[in-house]
């Protein structure tokens, strides 16, 4: 399949974002009284929808995940930021399809105000069409939904989106892209393991791979 357009996965894709999102998870889950798990658990809280690891992972009930929701993204506004890096190779792994002309977008469980502070903080801004995440305000609280919403506004100018392909490092992103009927890469450098590739059209162990992948795309099918 030789793809119209890519979205891309941020926390554990572009950006390696752990450190903040799992202190800013630890303060949210002591606000409200609520055992912090170990290091190895908090790490799954980055990529699915923070609300939904406060009920599923951490055992929330309503109530306190909405409030530990709220103290997350005030602490992480407030700190999570600095508290990140650009995994390397990403800057160079986004120009080499922008400069093939492959419309890229960001599409993202994180909130939709934070990723763009992040996305504009590194300067990969310049690369893409368009940054979509979690939006409570316009009822877009999953990532398919993301991935629905990342679709429609890259149609508004134009893009083809007959063929979009999505990258994430997380199983999350590749059944949520399934549920769109889109196919996914399982980018293999982020938070997410090997036995996540499943159901992913391809798997690869570093940026570079990326590029190589949608490089062969243009002649031949990535499954």
Do not use: N
């Amino acid at each position: 399949m030789r793809p119209t357009c890519l979205l891309l996965d941020l926390d554990g894709t572009l950006v390696d974002s752990a450190p903040g999102v799992t202190a800013a998870a630890t303060a949210a889950l002591r606000a409200v009284g609520a055992a912090v798990p170990d290091e190895h658990t908090l790490r799954s809280f980055v990529g699915p929808p923070m609300y939904e690891s406060f009920r599923q992972v951490a055992g929330l009930d309503e109530a306190r995940a909405l409030l530990a929701l709220r103290v997350y993204r005030t602490h992480y506004a407030e700190h999570g930021l600095p508290d990140s890096a650009l995994f390397p190779g990403i800057p160079e792994t986004l120009d080499a399809p922008a400069a093939a002309g492959l419309p890229m977008a960001v599409a993202t469980s994180k909130a939709e105000d934070q990723a763009l502070r992040l996305v504009r903080h590194y300067g990969l801004d310049t690369r893409l069409e368009t940054v979509r995440g979690v939006c409570d305000r316009d009822g877009r609280t999953t990532k398919p939904l993301v991935i629905r919403a990342c679709l429609d506004r890259l149609r508004q100018p134009g893009v083809d989106t007959s063929r979009p392909l999505m990258a994430g490092d997380r199983s999350y992103d590749v059944t949520s892209a399934a549920a769109e009927g889109v196919p996914a890469v399982h980018v293999l450098w982020g938070y997410g393991g090997p036995s996540e590739s499943e159901g992913a059209v391809a798997a690869v162990t570093e940026p570079a791979g990326l590029v190589e992948l949608l490089s062969a795309a243009t002649t031949a099918r990535v499954d």
